[in-house]
């Protein structure tokens, strides 16, 4: 599975990014996509994810901001940024979950700077 993440950038804040992650497996095998997020100093965490049927699940830090949306016919998540903080400063990873034993594969990270 080959994951290509896209859509970083320098915004200020309050301002909106949208990024978006295309994997190349067969759509059927595909069980959760999500973004996890990783700042300078510190663990990587969870922000969003969805799982085939499209149930979501988002940190609380992000609840309200963010918005997680799957194209199963185009292997594709997406993740809707709006009211962003300093604090949403960090690189940005796809990551998904696929076949029988729910193999784990990451995307290469995109990097996400807020300016205060």
């Known amino acids: 599975v080959q994951l290509q993440a896209s859509g970083g950038g320098l915004v200020q804040a309050g301002g909106s990014l949208r990024l978006s992650c295309a994997a190349s497996r067969d759509v059927f095998s595909i069980h959760v996509m999500g973004w996890w997020r990783q700042a300078p100093g510190k663990e990587r965490e969870l922000v969003a994810d969805?799982?085939?049927?499209?149930?979501?699940n988002y940190a609380d830090s992000v609840k309200g901001r963010f918005t997680i949306s799957r194209d199963n016919a185009k292997n594709t998540v997406h993740l809707q940024m709006n009211g962003l903080k300093p604090d949403d400063t960090a690189v940005y990873y796809c990551?998904?979950?696929?076949?029988?034993?729910?193999?784990?594969?990451w995307g290469q990270g995109t990097q996400v700077t807020v300016s205060s």
């Open positions: 990551k998904v979950e696929v076949g029988s034993r729910w193999l784990t594969y």
């Open positions: 969805i799982t085939t049927g499209g149930a979501a």
